[in-house]
């Protein structure tokens, strides 16, 4: 089975700082990626995905995210954040091979940006 | 985009009275819904996957006449927490595949209902 790691559960970052959340993840099939965010009592909006091609993701934003097979990571990186960008930020996987039946989701990482 | 809508998007109940929570897709028909709970400050939880015309498929672990999903049609999925008690209070989120964009795996969330019993 699938699994997502996200290691830092809390991220705190001054504003205009650069900052990069880590995911990685257990699977012995191919995958694609999701990062999705979460702003206090709402849904999830997703990011950016990773389905093929360039191992290099834009989201929206300004986020951006790299896929590393080789490290079975994809971390979530952005070069100057903003107090908005205060939120919840959770990684996900889904098996190309399996009908797209299911979503795992990661632990999420609370991005915490201060003035 | 696709567009997804819960209601309501707050609840509060007595203990032992039941809860129905709404989850609409508003511009597409999603024959699939996801149900998640959500603690605070954790992950979500895949709760059942509801499907249009049958009956919902449950994680386990989840009590399935605990939380009712009826998926009616292909634009609405209700779940009903019955006979709610105080733990059960949490976050529900639901969520769809729009069928346009099923290549991707991506899901389109609802906004969520915070549901506390007393």
């Known amino acids: 089975a699938q699994s997502v790691t996200q290691l830092d559960s809390q991220v705190p970052v001054f504003e205009e700082a650069p900052v990069e959340l880590r995911c990685n993840y257990s699977?012995?099939?191919?995958?694609?990626l999701f990062w999705y965010v979460q702003y206090p009592n709402q849904g999830l909006q997703l990011l950016l995905k990773y389905l093929s091609g360039s191992t290099l993701v834009k989201g929206i934003n300004g986020f951006e995210a790299e896929f590393n097979k080789s490290q079975t990571s994809f971390h979530l990186r952005k070069p100057s954040v903003h107090i908005s960008d205060t939120a919840e930020y959770f990684c996900?996987?889904?098996?190309?091979?399996?009908?797209?039946?299911?979503?795992?989701f990661g632990t999420g990482t609370r991005l915490l940006v201060s003035p | 985009g696709a567009v997804v809508s819960q209601h309501p998007s707050w609840v509060i109940c007595k203990s032992g009275t039941s809860v129905k929570i709404e989850c609409r897709s508003l511009?597409?028909?999603?024959?699939?819904m996801f149900w998640y709970r959500q603690f605070p400050k954790q992950s979500l939880m895949l709760m059942a996957t509801?499907?249009?015309?049958?009956?919902?498929?449950?994680e386990q672990g989840v009590e399935k006449d605990k939380f009712l999903i009826n998926h009616a049609s292909l634009t609405l999925s209700t779940l009903t927490v019955t006979s709610a008690h105080p733990e059960d209070s949490s976050f529900y989120i639901c969520?769809?595949?729009?069928?346009?964009?099923?290549?991707?795996?991506?899901?389109?969330f609802g906004e969520g209902s915070r549901l506390t019993v007393l």
């Open positions: 511009d597409f028909q999603a024959t699939t």
């Open positions: 969520s769809a595949r729009d069928p346009r964009q099923e290549v991707t795996g991506e899901l389109f």
């Open positions: 509801s499907n249009e015309g049958s009956k919902a498929t449950y």
């Open positions: 699977s012995s099939v191919s995958v694609y």
């Open positions: 996900a996987v889904t098996l190309m091979n399996t009908g797209f039946q299911k979503l795992v």
